[in-house]
């Protein structure tokens, strides 16, 4: 089978961007992956996070997503998945909503991803810890191959970013800068 590739560009939403220290950094390497992406014509993928009004999608079970409950049930959704304008869509680019961390959890990404062929996922985000590590998980269980541009991901825990990065993610995935994806 020919390796179709696409550019998953996860939890870029302005809201969760600026809770990231070196936040300028990520999306700066973002967007340099997003435009080689479209320069060799690899489609890019938005993945975001987000709720009905009122969140109602949200356990009590639910660690990571409950003790936030009340305020996404009190934001404009539409405004939380809105992808930061630094590495914004282009027309024709998909959005997938997730409802959880991973981004096949609740989502259409999956169908997205069988509809296009595609069979290798080139994986950016935040957080390195949560999406990143949800998906790459996730990926490979469904035997995608993978690719994680590590300085197109973020962490608030640096110390974390690096131990997935250079200890967890190459037991599932490539893990390449993003100027060596671009090179290769």
């Not at 049930?73 to 909503?97: C, Y």
Request: charged residues 20%; contains cysteine; negative net charge.
């Amino acid at each position: 089978m020919e390796n179709r590739t696409a550019l998953l560009v996860m939890d870029m939403q302005a809201g969760i961007v600026s809770r990231l220290p070196d936040a300028t950094i990520v999306l700066s390497n973002v967007g340099k992956a997003i435009a080689a992406a479209r320069h060799k014509n690899i489609p890019v993928i938005y993945v975001v996070v987000g709720f009905r009004q009122g969140a109602p999608e949200i356990s009590p079970n639910n660690k990571s997503f409950a003790a936030g409950k009340e305020m996404f049930a009190g934001i404009n959704m539409q405004e939380f998945m809105a992808v930061h304008p630094d590495v914004a869509l282009q027309e024709g680019e998909v959005t997938v909503i997730k409802r959880r961390i991973s981004a096949f959890t609740g989502s259409d990404l999956e169908v997205v991803l069988r509809s296009s062929g595609i069979n290798h996922m080139v994986l950016t985000g935040i957080a390195t810890s949560g999406v990143v590590l949800s998906t790459v998980r996730e990926a490979g269980d469904k035997d995608y191959q993978l690719t994680v541009l590590a300085d197109a991901c973020g962490d608030a825990d640096e110390e974390v970013h690096r131990v997935l990065t250079t200890k967890v993610f190459p037991r599932q995935a490539d893990v390449l800068t993003v100027d060596e994806w671009i090179n290769q």
